[in-house]
């Protein structure tokens, strides 16, 4: 069983920073691409920015210039530092990881940018 558990999400001003956090726990052998995606309310689920275990990166357009993804393969965490945001950054974010040929999201955590 693979459990991915979020953090760092909270209500910030516009042209604040966030940075969110990703754990990965269970029977992990190694992980694949892991990545950040989300959801705001009325929306469907959209990508943000991925990172396989080679380091390779991949951002929406929208998140290009001032997101930045990072993972630790050691401690099976990926982290995405968000600067400069926007109110149309506000949803739920989520993180996804694909072990062993399955893919699994964790439960979401709110970001909201609002003055």
């Known amino acids: 069983q693979v459990q991915l558990v979020e953090s760092g999400g909270g209500l910030v001003q516009p042209g604040g920073s966030l940075r969110l956090s990703c754990a990965a726990s269970g029977s992990i052998f190694s992980i694949n691409a892991m990545g950040w995606y989300r959801q705001a309310p009325g929306n469907q689920r959209e990508l943000v920015a991925t990172?396989?275990?080679?380091?390779?990166?991949n951002y929406a357009d929208s998140a290009k210039g001032r997101f930045t993804i990072s993972r630790d393969n050691a401690k099976n965490t990926v982290d995405l530092q968000m600067n400069s945001l926007k109110p149309e950054d506000t949803a739920v974010y989520y993180c996804?990881?694909?072990?062993?040929?399955?893919?699994?999201w964790g439960q979401g955590t709110q970001v909201t940018v609002s003055s």
């Open positions: 990172i396989t275990n080679g380091g390779r990166t």
């Open positions: 996804k990881a694909f072990i062993a040929a399955a893919y699994y």
